[in-house]
């Protein structure tokens, strides 16, 4: 084994920034990361135990504990519960005869809950030994463990069903679908590939692509909304040995899977957005943040770039420009939601825990190693490509005036066609509702549960960055659903389990408001636990990042935009309660000496 | 020769040096912003949030904040100081703090800040959660219970080698502050007093020696935190 680790850490040059490498490869090796391996760990790469260990505990995937052979992340989305996770989650633990969290006594098949993997539209969802298996029902939850008892491997499984597309493709061969509903100027197949690189760049200044990037107007499409141009200007201007292109593929936000289409049917424009952004900005070295959960598609993605660099659109001298190198390596990450904010990601590229940097410095001036470093979202990258191609005025058509351009949105929850629908800015709620054939909605998540619960005198809005920003998640309810239990107990839960706890505020605000929550929704609260909720979410605020800041979002914009809810299951006739239930907190002693709760003041 | 900078400081004018804080050049002008997880010689990194101000309508944190020309900066708000009570509140119900018995008290950071900001009882639940002790150390107890997770000792406390004593596990809820087993065994007599002194808390405790200076006769026993900077 110790041959093993040493052979690992040479293989990234001793490097400890590269240490989420290192773990992927020894977890891959050994199945886990026990403690004699982090203590030689440590040894080999001069840093103590525990801050390996800091990493190691900070991403889900990675474990210190013996896994099983075959395990099982069952999905734990609010789309999944919605889609019947419970059955699947209880026929897979009848079949194997353990909870989820446990792993079965021969070691062959562990059961675990894992945050949403980026499958909204075809849930229940699960990643088993890093495949995808979608779609899942408890009759083929109970068909999987009994093919995997009798001795099956999981790549066999999934032969049974594949999806469509590049899916289908034998170097994915994943039971994924795009569900690609609706394609505008970014999906439309008039890219020829490579054809910025090869004929746009080497007649075009780094500054005079800058120019039509900023003249297009695009601003981020991962949420935050910062105008691209302006972002490469910064980047270029900055001071340093090497500049750094960062793609953001660590979709976490749940509900949406947009980046997850596009790196399946169009990974070449992405790849070619992250080349343009490389020359404006004048960087050398691109570096593309996979979710891990996207895992499956690392091999697939990582043969388009070896084309790429076999046609020099990677490498040196890239199409023939004297001075332009430039290459891209794909990090995968181990589990982590705040990854997806940059400055957190690039500390994870950094081999640490995902963290984020207060600011400034902002990455422009010194991210990844410290230094200039762009980080941009997949989408944005994506549109850069037909920006260039079809000039700034052509994109200044599309969307409105706040808002530019189009949006790709992962529509799922309570509607006929869930999927990828790419729409101009400044299309209506109501129209969006209609667009994916929803019926009888109650209630629609724009932005996912760090966005806003919008209810029907909402529906006339439209999305732009000025009233309605989105990353694109949108996740619909129907009236027959309890908007409190399932939704917004859900999204709570997800900020308490991604925080990564270093401000006093998100690691312990959340928590609270639970408490909280709970405590109205099990019909204990009164009329001031609403107010508390809404003023204690302020403190909130003063988180140093955005997950942070909008951890309390689901809480908060369901009291304003659902108020009625909280009024009927609070207490009328009281005015405190202090929450606390004699009854139950005694339940487990009363079983234990076998005898019944009985009080008087119940008589 | 360093530039000199004016900022204002809730409409107070004061001078200080390119490339300070906004909490540094504060407190070299007698004003007082709160800290926790900010400590000297020390990277800052804005953990605990208690310093955050006002700046354009935006929170920031002045510990991490260089201050600019011409920067106006809301600090002693009512605003302010009702988040800085809440943080304080946090800090309490989300840990086990007992100070009347604590080795710490009345050189307690927290415990300082909680009078200074009239703390009675906080306005959360307590969580009353269940935290562990680590004594595997021969000079050092980790008591999570009363741990504020400000990395002051992730940041202070290393070897020769820049090897961390102390190092964050988990994420969220969860996140505690562990000391390294191995290093925590070899750890000098010295270097754990250093880790105590540098703990706000009285999460990282010197083995031995409790209470060498009376309860009543400790640093914020006679002069409110914050008074040693205030003009």
Known sequence: ?603 | MTNKIKIKIDGKEIITDQGKTIVEAAHENGIFIPTLCNFAGALPKGCCRMCTIKINNRFMTSCTTPAAHGMEVENNTNEINDFRKGIIELLFVSGNHFCPSCEKSGNCELQALAYRYQMMVPRFPYDFPMKSVDGSSPYIIKDQNRCILCKRCIKTIKDDLGRHYFAFKERGHKLEVLLDEKMGKEISSALAKKAMENCPVGSIIFKEVGFEVPIGQRKYDHKPIGSEIEN
């Open chain 1, 1 to 603: 084994m110790k041959d093993r680790i040493i052979e690992i850490i040479s293989k990234y040059n001793g490097d400890s920034t590269r240490l989420m490498d290192i773990l992927h490869d020894i977890q891959a090796h050994a199945g886990y990361i026990d403690e004699t391996t982090i203590a030689f760990l440590a040894d080999k790469l001069t840093l103590s135990a525990a801050q390996i260990k800091e990493t190691v505990s900070f991403y889900h995937f990675y474990s210190d504990k013996p896994l099983a052979k075959v395990n099982i992340y069952l999905n734990d989305s609010v789309t999944a519960n919605m889609n019947g996770r419970k059955e699947v989650l209880k026929a897979f633990e009848d079949a194997c005869g353990i909870k989820i969290g446990g792993v079965t006594t021969d070691g062959n098949i562990g059961l675990f809950s894992t945050s949403c993997i980026g499958m909204n539209d075809q849930e229940p969802a699960a990643i088993i030994n890093d495949r995808v298996f979608t779609r899942l029902t408890a009759y083929r939850a109970k068909q999987i463990i009994n093919a995997l008892k009798q001795g099956q491997q999981v790549q066999e499984l999934v032969v049974e069903e594949c999806g469509d597309g590049n899916n289908a493709l034998p170097i994915i061969d994943a039971m994924v679908y795009n569900n690609i509903r609706r394609k505008g100027a970014l999906l439309s197949h008039d890219y020829p590939l490579f054809a910025v690189i090869k004929d746009i760049l080497p007649k075009t200044s780094s500054e005079e692509i800058t120019d039509i990037i900023t003249e297009s107007n695009i601003r981020g499409r991962g949420g935050a909304g910062f105008p691209t141009g302006l972002k490469w200007k910064f980047g270029s201007r900055a001071k340093g040995e090497h500049r750094i292109i960062i793609c953001n593929a660590d979709e976490g936000e749940p509900g949406t899977f947009k980046d997850r289409v596009l790196l399946t049917e169009y990974p070449e424009m992405v790849f070619e957005g992250m080349v343009t952004a490389g020359y404006a900005v004048g960087a050398d070295i691109g570096l593309l943040y996979l979710r891990y959960e996207y895992k499956y598609l690392l091999v697939y993605l990582n043969g388009i770039l070896e084309n790429m660099r076999k046609n020099n659109f990677l490498g040196q001298s890239i199409a023939g420009i004297g001075d332009f190198d430039f290459d891209i390596r794909i990090q995968l990450g181990a589990g982590a939601y705040i990854c997806g904010e940059e400055s957190a990601l690039i500390e994870s590229l950094e081999g640490k825990r995902g963290e984020p940097r207060d600011k400034p410095p902002f990455p422009v001036e010194k991210g990844y190693l410290n230094l200039p470093t762009v980080v941009n979202n997949v989408e944005t990258l994506a549109t850069v490509v037909k920006i260039i191609k079809n000039g700034a005025a052509w994109y200044n058509q599309l969307g409105n005036k706040d808002s530019v351009g189009t949006k790709l949105l992962s529509i799922s929850g309570d509607c006929r066609f869930p999927g990828i629908y790419e729409v101009e800015w400044g299309l209506k709620i109501s129209d969006i509702l209609a667009m994916c054939g929803a019926n009888e909605v109650q209630a629609i998540q724009v932005g996912g549960p760090s966005g806003t619960l919008l209810g029907e005198k909402d529906f006339d809005r439209e999305l732009s960055y000025s009233d309605l920003p989105t990353g694109g998640s949108m996740i619909v309810f129907n009236k027959n659903r309890d908007l409190l239990s399932e939704v917004v107990l859900n999204f709570i839960n997800f900020f308490i389990e991604e925080s990564c706890g270093t401000c006093s505020t998100c690691r312990n605000m959340p928590y609270v408001l639970r408490g909280k929550l709970l405590k109205v929704i099990t019909g204990r609260g009164v009329k001031n636990d609403i107010e508390d909720m809404v003023n204690w979410a302020n403190l909130l605020k003063v988180s140093r990042c955005g997950l942070g800041q909008t951890a309390a979002n689901p809480i908060v914009s369901s009291i304003r935009n659902f108020r009625h809810l909280y009024d009927a299951l609070v207490q009328k006739e009281i005015e405190y309660d202090s929450g606390f239930s004699l009854e139950t907190s005694v339940l487990e002693s009363c079983k234990a000496v076998r005898r019944q709760p009985l009080f008087h003041h119940n008589a």
